[in-house]
């Protein structure tokens, strides 16, 4: 992620996927996006379709980092620095893969995993891994979106909600 002058995104974009060609960097240097997202705005009574930046003052880069491909993003006109790097010379931070789909996803450019489980509500399970393995438990909330179970186990001989991932957890 790189961070620009304010206003300045559309520019950047413009004037690094230039200089990626110009210097052949294309080869290190893949997508250069600026995160929108659109949304309905009322106006004076009247809707329209706008695109609003999602991270104004930032620019997603794609890109292999090297010491050539960090000059090219690092010294073109707009670009203030990278996001997670301490000083000049330093290696900028890379955002993590779940991070960059959320944005896309944002972006409506990638679509949402479907994921198909072969778990139901109340259905008994045996924890596979973590603090809770071995313990069997009745499922009480399936949360597609993130992945994950609450499962009720019996601990103490009490009830305890637990929040699993669908990796942990198998039936019995």
């Known amino acids: 992620m790189v961070h620009t002058y304010s206003g300045y995104e559309n520019k950047v ?10 210097m ?3 080869d290190k240097i893949f ?20 695109s609003r930046k999602v ?15 960090w000059y090219v993003v690092r010294n073109t006109p707009g670009v203030t620095g990278f996001v997670g790097s301490a000083g000049a010379g330093s290696k900028p931070t890379p955002l993590l893969p779940e991070e960059v789909d959320a944005i896309l996803r944002q972006m409506g450019m990638q ?10 509500l109340k ?12 313990f069997i438990g009745t ?6 979106d ?17 929040e699993l991932e669908f990796t942990q957890i198998e039936k019995i």
């Open 55 to 69: 991270f104004p003052g930032y620019v997603l880069v794609e890109m292999v980092m090297t010491d050539d491909s």
């Open 111 to 120: 679509e949402e995993r479907q994921v198909e489980i072969d778990f139901q």
């Open 13 to 22: 974009k413009t004037n690094l996927e230039k200089r990626v060609e110009s």
């Open 31 to 50: 997508r250069v996006m600026v995160p929108v997202e659109e949304e309905t705005e009322v106006k004076n009574g009247k809707s329209k379709q706008v």
């Open 139 to 144: 499922i009480e909330e399936i949360q597609l």
């Open 146 to 162: 993130k992945r994950k179970l609450k499962v009720h186990v019996n601990m103490f001989g009490r009830e305890t909600p637990v």
């Open 123 to 134: 259905e008994s399970v045996k924890v596979k891994e973590g603090p809770f393995a071995n």
């Open 24 to 26: 052949d960097m294309t």
